[in-house]
């Protein structure tokens, strides 16, 4: 309330500027982090689905693609929803014993 | 260019880098769920990818998340013991 005072001018393009910073930086993360699943699921799914490479993609290798990305996404969050829960419960019990 | 644009002030300052911390700490969780996630997958999905995951994988691939984190904590105590025997 007192900075308001203070800077009657710039706060309120302040918090339009800061609002804007919190979300390209959401924006840029939300998009490594995109860009990274596909790296890896690329990699897992061409080794999986693609073991002989022929002139195209045959509808056979393009079928399982198609499931293996499903399945890439599955297993990211089977293993994102443990982690997270296997973090929970270590912060819990780590009032006595540190972990990390 | 950079001199025209006026600074933060304070507040806002100590509000972005509490922020930026939180945003941090996200990224790192995300980035151990992208390394868990190809390690368990080159583990447990060893057959041609299906409809949908078997129990079998589905468990494997938590146990494996569980079983990691279980080595590394188990590997740290170790070397803790081995440097208070000494």
């Known amino acids: 309330m ?3 005072f203070k800077n009657p001018l710039s706060n309120p393009d302040n918090t339009a500027r800061k609002q804007a910073l919190m979300e390209q930086v959401r924006n840029e993360l939300a998009q490594a982090n995109a860009q990274q699943l ?6 897992r799914c061409f080794k999986a689905c693609v073991t002989k490479p022929g002139d195209s993609l045959s509808s056979s290798e393009q079928t399982c693609l198609t499931r293996c990305m499903d399945r890439y996404m599955e297993a990211f969050n089977i293993v994102s929803r443990t982690y997270v829960s296997r973090l929970a419960k270590e912060r819990s019990e780590s009032d006595s014993a540190p972990f990390s | 260019m950079a001199e025209n644009i ?35 997958w080159d583990k447990c999905i060893t057959s041609t990818p299906s409809t949908r995951f078997s129990r ?17 904590i188990f590997l ?11």
């Open chain 1, 38 to 43: 596909m790296n890896n699921m690329n990699e």
């Open chain 2, 56 to 72: 079998s994988e589905e468990s494997c691939l938590v146990s494996c998340v569980d079983r990691f984190l279980d080595t590394s």
């Open chain 1, 2 to 4: 007192s900075d308001f």
């Open chain 2, 6 to 40: 006026p600074k933060f002030d304070e507040a806002t300052q100590k509000e972005l880098a509490v922020f930026l911390e939180k945003e941090q700490t996200q990224a790192k969780i995300h980035s151990s769920v992208h390394n868990f996630t190809t390690m368990c």
């Open chain 2, 76 to 86: 740290v105590k170790q070397i803790q013991e081995r440097r208070g025997s000494q």
